[in-house]
Structures are given as C-alpha cells and as structure tokens.
C-alpha cells in the first residue's frame, strides 16, 4: 500500500520561511519517479506550485512561487523537500504532497493534480501579515 505523508507545515509571519518535507513508501525508489507539492486554500482549487522528478533532477515551479520556494530531493529514498522563503499572506493554504512513480521526464504536467496518483493528507502553513 503507498503512504505519501507530509511534515512541517506551522504558522509563520510574513517573510518568514518554512521548510515541508515529503516522504513516499509502499513502492520501490526507482530513478524514474516524480513528486510534486500542491496547495489548496478554502474556497479554491487545488494548485500545483512545485515538482521534481528523479531521473534528470528537473523541476518546475508556478509563477506565484518561483523564485521564494525550492524543491529538492531528500537523502532518504522518496523524499523531497519544499523550502519556502519571504512566505507572504496569500501562500496561507493547506500544502499536499504527490507522488507519480515511474515517470521519466518532467515538465509543466508537474502541476496538474489529475497527473498524480498518490497523495497525502496535508500540511497546513499559514502566514500572517
């Protein structure tokens, strides 16, 4: 059974940073697996902000994010690491992990939701002005 769990969502005020953290099991770590987060604040959709994938290390980031957050693969097998710097008002959302194991090449698909079949239960980071 594939478990995706997240870690390290808390409340911080603006300008701060937060660092989540992601680990995926249930499946074996492969160099073709990709991991993407998403965040998802009441009354929206659910947005996908980041994604690496293990094989060539490529990432993709949506705008709103690029530049203040990074994602990185962990030391531990399925792992990666969402860091989150200058966090302003409107990243307050619940953040969620994805996993899409066996998948090669990355791309903007990083950020679509339907794209990913396992996923946790979220984090919540909320930012206070």
């Known amino acids: 059974q594939v478990r995706v769990m997240e870690i390290g969502g808390d409340s911080v005020q603006h300008g701060g940073s937060l660092r989540l953290s992601c680990t995926a099991s249930g499946y074996p770590s492969s160099r073709d697996d990709c991991m993407g987060w998403f965040r998802q604040a009441p009354g929206t959709e659910r947005e996908g902000i980041a994604g690496?994938?293990?094989?060539?290390?490529?990432?993709w980031y949506a705008d709103a994010v690029k530049g203040r957050f990074t994602i990185s693969q962990g030391d531990a097998e399925n792992t990666v690491y969402l860091e989150m710097n200058n966090l302003k008002a409107e990243d307050t959302a619940m953040y969620y992990c994805?996993?899409?194991?066996?998948?090669?090449?990355?791309?903007?698909?990083?950020?679509?939701?339907?794209?990913?079949?396992?996923w946790g239960q979220g984090t919540q980071v909320t930012v206070s002005s």
């Open positions: 994805a996993a899409a194991p066996g998948q090669k090449y990355g791309g903007s698909w990083l950020l679509r939701a339907d794209r990913f079949k396992y």
């Open positions: 690496f994938c293990t094989r060539f290390g490529d990432t």
